[in-house]
């Protein structure tokens, strides 16, 4: 069964910083493309980040470039959203997404799998 599990997320500041992980169970972590997805209240969830299986390339949302990277550790089968300057506007519920295909994509239906979501909430 896969699992994929985030945490980290939480209650922070404007201007200040947070990572998130998302720990893998339950398939082969190494093959899969990872990305990072967010949904805000009352809109449509939306692509934040990508990182191809290797690590690289990775893929960013434009408002977030600069701001938030994304890496892995394919030995311990997770991967993480460092988010500093954060903004109100990156408030919202951050999925994390598994996805087999090549080569690595944005759209939210490329994903296979999801984790169950952690809140961040950016008070201004």
């Known amino acids: 069964q896969v699992q994929l599990v985030e945490s980290g997320g939480g209650l922070v500041q404007a201007g200040g910083s947070l990572r998130l992980s998302c720990a893998a169970s339950?398939?082969?972590?190494?093959?899969?493309?990872m990305g990072w997805f967010r949904q805000a209240p009352g809109k449509e969830r939306e692509f934040v980040a990508a990182i191809a299986r290797s690590g690289r390339p990775t893929y960013y949302k434009d408002s977030v470039k600069g701001r938030f990277t994304i890496s892995r550790d394919n030995a311990k089968n997770t991967v993480y959203l460092q988010m500093n300057s954060l903004k109100s506007e990156d408030t919202a519920v951050y999925y994390c997404?598994?996805?087999?295909?090549?080569?690595?994509?944005?759209?939210?239906?490329?994903?296979?799998?999801w984790g169950q979501g952690a809140q961040v909430t950016v008070s201004s």
């Open positions: 339950g398939l082969t972590f190494s093959i899969y493309n």
């Open positions: 997404a598994a996805d087999r295909n090549i080569p690595t994509r944005v759209e939210e239906s490329a994903y296979d799998y």
